[in-house]
């Protein structure tokens, strides 16, 4: 079985150990490639997964432009706009969105509930969209701000969700039961914040999809205050785990592909 990532670039990813980790603990013959496209390049690739693949993940910068390339859509990746998994099936190219649903599962072990809770999502690209669409789907009420806010409010009108501009940021964030931090704020950086320092939910989750460093700004002040966090490494495993039982039909090893991701990450955490 052959699989992929398709993104530009991909040499960092921790998707092949993750995913070889899966195939190895599921019994099954398969490789997974980093298969760096440049944008230029894109079209070309996926005649080539069309061919030759059972399957790939799509990463930055290709998960919106991907979707004017596939033969059919999941309800997720038409919502969302997005698609970070392809199922080649008999050469025609299916495409989902596993992030939205990882991001659930993340927090559904995690223990952490959103079923008619106040949600508040920091930023408006892609990664927002799939976590705003699931969190409404699962019944939060979904409330999105972001630095340039014509984004956010594209994002908002797209999935009717509740904007929050700048100067009622404060008090959004105080009375929320989850915080998401889906900008990029914080990423290889540990002294960096999406928010001022000090402004945290007054009782709420706080987590931040970031998973380099395991720990961000963001989340040590919400744990120094005493609030539950939770990192971004669960998202990127359980997103994989469903793109891993789209192209299989076998349940994923979650346990391993956590193991694989945790010991990559640690091999490459530069700070
Ligand atoms: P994206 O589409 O490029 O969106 C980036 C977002 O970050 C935008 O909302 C942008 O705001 C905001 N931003 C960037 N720099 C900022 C700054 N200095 N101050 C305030 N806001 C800033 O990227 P994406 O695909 O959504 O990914 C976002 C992050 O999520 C990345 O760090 C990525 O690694 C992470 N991610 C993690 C997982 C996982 O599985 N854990 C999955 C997907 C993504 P503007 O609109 O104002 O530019």
Redesign the pocket.
Known sequence: MKLGLIGFPVEHSLSPVMQEAALKAAGLEGTYLALNTPPAFLRARLQEVRRDYAGVNVT?PH?ESVLAYLDELSPEARAIGAANTIVCDQHRLIGYNT?AM?FISGLDEAGISYRNKKALVL??????RAIAYALQEEGAHVAVY???LE?AQALCDALGLHLVRESLLEAAVRSCDLLVN????G?QDPHSS?LPAGMLPRAGAVVD???NPPVTRLMQEAQNAGLPTLG??P??VW?GALAFELWTGVKADVRVMYEAAQARLNETVRL
């Open positions: 930055i998960k992030d990882g930023g408006a690209g892609g990664a927002a972001n630095r340039t984004r889906t900008t990029s704020v990423l999406p999809i970031v998973y971004g490494l998202m990127l997103q």
